[in-house]
């Protein structure tokens, strides 16, 4: 697999062998580097392999630096720039899914802290409450009931 793996899959594609594709599949995965995983990336796209492909496309976008810096990068810029877009707007998808779930986190917190604010309006306003007050205030000494 290590010599030959990346042949094996371009024939197990062509020849529809799905066992021997699979297995070259999970053994390129394994032994992704920075030096071939834009021609894993290219041959994952065009086998349609799709785990290949993502695994590919998240090694990329982990060290993009360095892999900006190999030949395979420069020739996938002089001769499929299509395949460049389709990576940077992978990267883009990543950045924007991050901000949108740190987004999300802070609403739910705030939607939190005022379900906890509402609770304490809720049982001031029909127990006549006294004792509850802000976190950083020690409650009145006051001993109401409730």
């Known amino acids: ?5 990346i042949h094996l899959l371009a024939l197990s594609h062509v020849f529809s062998v799905p066992k021997l594709k699979q297995r070259c599949t999970k053994a390129l995965a394994v032994g992704l580097t920075i030096e071939n995983v834009i021609d894993v990336l290219q041959l994952a ?3 349609d392999a799709p785990d290949l492909y993502v695994k590919c496309m998240k090694l990329v976008t982990a060290k993009l ?14 001769h499929d720039p299509w395949l460049e877009l ?3 707007q992978f990267i883009e998808e990543i950045e924007s899914r991050k ?6 986190k802070q609403e739910q917190s705030l939607y939190l802290q005022l379900s906890e604010a509402m609770e304490c ?24 009931p409730c």
């Open 121 to 144: 309006l809720v049982h001031i306003c029909t127990e006549g409450c006294t004792s509850v007050g802000p976190y950083d205030m020690e409650p009145s000494k006051k001993k109401e």
């Open 65 to 78: 630096n360095i892999v900006r810096k190999t030949e395979a990068w420069k020739f996938l810029q002089k």
């Open 86 to 88: 389709e990576i940077l």
């Open 1 to 5: 697999m290590d010599k030959y793996g």
């Open 45 to 47: 796209r065009l086998c």
């Open 99 to 104: 901000k949108r779930t740190k987004r999300q």
